[in-house]
């Protein structure tokens, strides 16, 4: 006998799923999870295009079959490295998959859950980095010994299979009965759960008199669909178990078939999991001798063409050995395994996948850049609560070096709200040292700032959502030189100081923070405070209350200090402040 294998076929949205378990559930855990694998009967399809292991976008999050498709078990490793993927113990990995199929047939447990027959294992290794997905196929599969072949035919050169047909279309059966047999099946299927679907025992029968034949040995005939036309031979369809229950009892071996839905459209090599199937008649029942039907039509008539469903008879070459259960399970040890996929070229080597080009850009820097932060969470700061960092609304009070400089690092943190206030234009000595601008944005007097910083950052990367407002910060000690701007800009601070959750505080001047300060301790806001000088250079939180107990104040940059707020720091300044710190480092750099 010869099978055709199935072909593994991965939707699009699956490797995306399987990114996302693994950025936010598996993490460096690489333990093998359950994925659905999907299979269905297409006899208009080319045969090449057949019998194909579906893995869609929902198999690692839904146990749902959709309507028209049969299930099959799968589980996913999904390692870490590409080392890891080339070196694992392939074999092993095989012989374990195949292990859990010839448990479940040895114990009986395979009554439950008959799509094992079907099974499958992946081996994937993911480079979420460059969106680079590593995969290999594994459809484990029993070999039967001595092997089956049809009736009347015999190997040719040691090869199983190499035989001149593969079966009468519908073994004799008529057009009638087939379509007799499908509404059955129909109907049955809607009796049983979806584990049950893929396999199933059909028995025929004649006339009246057989209709009470078959009697389960428990007395229990649940899950046994009789077809309800009386016009001709009629059809009893049953799940698998219902073979120990006697559900052949008494029946002539022409009326008796063992049947499974066969997504393969080659004549001569029914499906793969046949294999299984198969072994399961051997070593459960004991049989040497049996009607396989590939059941191969989804409606009771065809629109075109005749039915495709097929009946195999099979023998195994110990045909005349004893053909009890107990014989056949005289021998322990696991058969002979083989089942690895082979690639488009035919070697036994696994697949590749690259998907940078289909997917769009913005969401790879989306990706992108959580995945570096969980890589970091995972290794360094399991607590550390990225999407609290990520939803937390950030005001940068300045858009000079410290502004630039602070937003990229938000940004790095996966910051996504970020706001600008700064009434500067961009000058010719701003650029070397401040990122975010660039040579074309001093030309004709400079572009503002706050409004060029935000445009830079979505530059930078598309998804953050910055806004820049052109506006001067009231500052203590200068003179009011018009009310109504100064009462409408301070308005506008205030009310964007209570839109937000943290205000940075990155001005030129002493003074320019004192506002700001103020009205986030009023609010109750986290305040980042970045102050230089000749002297000194500090950075502190403050604003709200720290935990302890009793709960202590956080003093602010100016309860620090006892030098009061002044117009100062502006009629004396002769350089940029942000250059101290440099400048400092170059004269000092023993401190």
Request: proline share 5%; hydrophobic share 40%.
């Amino acid at each position: 006998m010869r099978y055709t294998p199935f072909a593994s076929d991965i939707e699009f949205p699956f490797y995306t799923a399987l990114s996302s378990i693994k950025i936010n559930h598996d993490k460096l855990d690489d333990a093998a999870r359950k994925v659905l694998g999907l299979y269905e009967v297409r006899p208009t399809d080319l045969p090449n295009a057949s019998c194909r292991m579906q893995i869609h976008g929902n198999a690692l999050t839904s146990d749902e079959t959709p309507a028209g498709f049969y299930r099959a078990e799968g589980m996913i490793k999904n390692v870490n490295t590409l080392e890891e993927y080339m070196n694992i113990d392939k074999a092993h990995i095989l012989q374990q998959s195949a292990k859990t199929v010839w448990d479940a047939i040895c114990d009986g447990t395979i009554y439950s859950c008959p799509s094992l027959l079907a099974s499958f294992f992946i081996l994937s290794y993911a480079d979420l980095k460059k969106y680079k997905f590593h995969y290999w196929f594994a459809f484990p599969a029993l070999h039967s010994s001595p092997s089956w072949a049809l009736c009347g035919e015999t190997e040719t050169n040691g090869n199983p299979g190499q035989t001149r047909e593969a079966g009468s279309p519908a073994g004799g059966l008529r057009d009638a009965e087939i379509s007799n047999l499908v509404e059955t099946v129909k109907t049955w299927s809607y009796s049983v759960e979806d584990r049950q679907r893929g396999f199933f025992l059909a028995r025929r029968f004649h006339d009246a008199s057989n209709e009470t034949i078959f009697e389960s040995n428990s007395g229990n005939l649940d899950n046994v669909t009789e077809s309800s036309n009386h016009d001709g031979p009629r059809w009893r369809i049953a799940p698998l178990l219902a073979y120990e229950n006697g559900f052949f009892r008494g029946a002539r071996f022409e009326d008796c078939f063992v049947c499974f839905a066969d997504p393969s459209n080659y004549e001569d090599a029914p499906g793969w999991m046949l294999r299984n199937l198969l072994l399961l008649v051997k070593r459960r029942w004991g049989l040497n001798k049996i009607q396989v039907l590939r059941y191969r039509d989804m409606q009771p008539h065809p629109s075109r063409g005749h039915h495709k469903s097929t009946v195999l008879t099979l023998q195994s070459d110990d045909i005349h050995a004893p053909t009890t259960a107990e014989s056949q399970f005289s021998t322990k040890d696991m058969p002979k395994v083989t089942g690895w996929e082979r690639n488009p070229a035919g070697k036994l080597t696994g697949r590749f996948v690259n998907l940078t080009e289909y997917l769009d850009p913005k969401r790879l820097a989306d990706q992108s850049v959580d995945l570096n932060l969980k890589l970091m969470k995972w290794r360094i700061s399991p607590n550390l609560d990225l999407e609290k960092i990520k939803h937390t609304k950030c005001l940068l009070l300045g858009a000079g070096t410290l502004g630039s400089y602070v937003a990229r690092n938000l940004m790095g943190w996966g910051v996504s709200r970020i706001t600008f206030v700064d009434n500067g234009s961009v000058s010719f000595s701003n650029p070397v040292r401040q990122p975010l601008y660039n040579f074309a944005d001093c030309i004709d007097g400079g572009v503002k700032k706050a409004l060029r910083a935000s445009q830079a950052l979505s530059e930078i990367y598309p998804g953050v959502n910055s806004t820049g407002h052109v506006l001067s910060v009231p500052m203590v000690g200068h003179p009011v030189i018009d009310a109504e701007k100064s009462r409408a800009e301070f308005d506008v601070l205030q009310r964007l100081v209570e839109e937000h959750d943290a205000i940075f505080l990155l001005m030129d001047t002493r003074e320019a923070r004192w506002l700001p300060t103020v009205m986030g301790k009023a609010a109750g806001k986290v305040v980042m405070n970045a102050a230089l000088g000749f002297d000194s250079y500090v950075v502190m939180r403050h604003g709200i209350k720290a935990i302890a107990e009793p709960p202590a104040e956080l003093g602010c940059y100016f309860c620090n200090d006892v030098v009061a707020p002044m117009n100062v720091s502006r009629l004396t300044r002769g350089l940029d402040v942000a250059m101290l710190r440099f400048n400092e480092v170059c004269q000092r750099p023993n401190t």
